[in-house]
Nanobody, 123 residues
């Protein structure tokens, strides 16, 4: 079942945003859920990942200061909180889910992607 991302939108620099990734029917265990993003002129890059129990968490070294990943297992939702948004954060944010509890950071290692949610940071 494909993940569905929501929560994107048009925001101003410095604002915060919380993105949601929902998998209908639930997220099987064990599995990891990850967020990637594709900003202007870049390939899809790893942002953060979280294990099934929410204990394992991994962030991109470049983004970890402003991004927080979490999950609500009861609601089958994985969140990505983004604070102090910058113009360079503008892009399409994708969620992916993968069986196994190892958080991998390469795009090619995931096959079950959502369609993405657009985040635009502009004044």
């Amino acid at each position: 079942v494909r993940p569905v991302e929501t929560g994107g939108g048009l925001v101003q620099p410095g604002d915060s945003l919380r993105l949601s990734c929902t998998v209908s029917g639930g997220i099987d265990s064990p599995s990891v859920s990850v967020w990637f993003r594709q900003t202007i002129g870049t390939d899809r890059e790893f942002v953060a990942g979280i294990g099934w129990r929410g204990i394992k968490i991994l962030y991109s070294d470049l983004l970890k200061d402003r991004f927080t990943i979490s999950r609500d297992s009861d609601k089958n939702v994985v969140y990505l909180q983004i604070n102090s948004l910058r113009r360079e954060d503008t892009g399409l944010y994708f969620c992916a889910v993968r069986p196994n509890n190892t958080i991998l950071t390469q795009r090619e290692q995931y096959s079950n992607w959502g369609r993405g949610t657009q985040v635009t940071v502009s004044s």
